[in-house]
């Protein structure tokens, strides 16, 4: 590959802004420290909870009687992660795999990484990372579209705009990240006696979901938050491409841009989130 991929994935500085993160250490060897950092900053995998846009996240809130802010510094006071069901322990099992097929699927050089790092512009704001696409153009892999689902027409029309846009994507900024998601169904809330919400649906194409920067809904913020702390308007990982495989054997993948300013607002709201944590605001009565 050419300069400034080739270590990607090897280096855990290569690709990242070294002005904007550093390196915290990779989730795969040593699983006890990686959880025991992770409540020393506020993650990517809690933007969505952060600016109230996490359904699960609401839903224990409503169980607790708490706003959703104040059940957020409790899980953090209380150190309480997110309540690890059967599809999430499967979804973490299968990331290698969907990340691999995608790569091969897509036609685009993947790497799959556990690396986790600490953002040094905005304050206590973290993130885990799950891999690296790297399209380089003098590298083009063959795509393989006769492994979607169904393969007909609408099965298949994303893949090569996708493929062209990842390339060109590629060749002006360089690497980008790549977020994986395993999914049961395609519309995956519903809440009780409710309907299921049309922002949560995995639509195809990014016209679907232009509202958030190309990509479905629910995993937008957490992308950004990854962008946010990874890289900077001038250096690092400038786009991120969202993998997910639905119900085992329906792939799909989006890419978005980064979006400075609101980097910039995520680092305004973790920054006022520590603040209430350690007790500076007292606008949150937890």
Known sequence: MSDGMERVGIDPMAGVDPQAC???????????????????????SWASALLGQCQYHRRDAADWGLSERAALLRKFRE??????NTAMAWGSRCEPRILADAGH???VPMVRVNHMYESLVYPRMGAT???????????????????????DER??????????EVYRLGQEYGPGLVEVKMKRQRAIFKPK???????????RGPEAHHETWGI????????????????SRRAGPQWSMLV???GGMDLRAWVCMRDHDFCDYLGEQVAQFWEEFDGVRDDIHP
């Open 22 to 44: 550093l390196y915290a250490g990779d989730a795969g060897e040593d699983t006890e420290a990686w959880k025991a950092r992770r409540w020393e900053n506020l993650t990517a």
């Open 79 to 84: 150190r309480q992660e997110l309540a690890v």
């Open 105 to 107: 699927i897509i036609g």
């Open 129 to 151: 990372i799950d891999g690296w696409c790297l399209p380089d153009p003098m590298w083009e892999i063959e795509a393989h579209p006769e492994f979607l689902d169904g393969r």
């Open 155 to 164: 099965d298949t029309g994303w893949l090569a705009p996708l493929r062209r």
């Open 193 to 203: 006696g409710g309907e299921r919400d049309p922002k949560m649906l995995f639509e």
């Open 216 to 231: 479905p809904y629910q995993h937008a913020y957490q992308v950004q938050m990854q962008l946010a702390v990874l890289g």
């Open 244 to 246: 997910t495989n639905i």
